[in-house]
């Protein structure tokens, strides 16, 4: 019993740690945060070609998400394609940080692929997210439209037993 009431007392002074701990950056508030992304913004040249053609690429297939909206089955070819660029974005950063002097002007490309990470990966992660929601909304009026057609079936049914 003893050992119980030890163990207990310990689980509750890690959660008192990580409590204070949370709490102290609650307090700190969000600048710190706030004054990475602007550091990591201001470093990047976004006047290079590439990156122009990396932003135009990821509007289009937004626009394309967007526009294409009410054809599930062309959404579901862009998710998996979204899906597929975030997956190999490994092996992406990689080759572009061997080859990165014949199209940038500095090299981006660190080992553990934070940049590309940043704006490769995130974006087609938010257009999958979207594409799921969207697929999630159409899953909901599809049942919908499917238990209103059952119970107009039922009554159907049931009116004609009463004839």
């Known amino acids: 019993m003893e050992d119980l009431r030890s163990a207990i007392n310990d689980q509750m002074d890690q959660m008192t740690d990580l409590l204070q701990k949370l709490t102290a950056e609650f307090r700190s508030g969000i600048q710190p945060a706030y004054d990475n992304f602007i550091g ?3 470093a990047i040249d976004w006047k290079e070609p590439w990156l122009i053609c990396l932003v135009s690429f990821h509007v289009v297939v937004l626009l394309t998400v967007i526009i294409s909206r009410r054809n599930i089955n062309f959404q579901m070819c862009l998710f998996l394609m979204a899906l597929t660029g975030v997956y190999l974005a490994q092996n ?5 940080g061997k080859n990165w002097k014949s199209f940038a002007g500095q090299n981006y490309f660190d080992p553990h692929g934070i940049f590309l990470s940043t704006v490769w990966s995130g974006p087609l992660l ?3 997210i979207i594409i799921l929601v969207n697929t999630l909304i159409s899953l909901c009026h599809l049942i ?3 238990k209103r057609a059952e119970l107009r079936h039922r009554a159907r049914l049931s009116r004609g037993k009463q004839d």
């Open 126 to 128: 938010v257009i999958a």
């Open 92 to 96: 992406i950063n990689s080759f572009l």
């Open 40 to 42: 990591f913004f201001h």
């Open 144 to 146: 919908i439209k499917w």
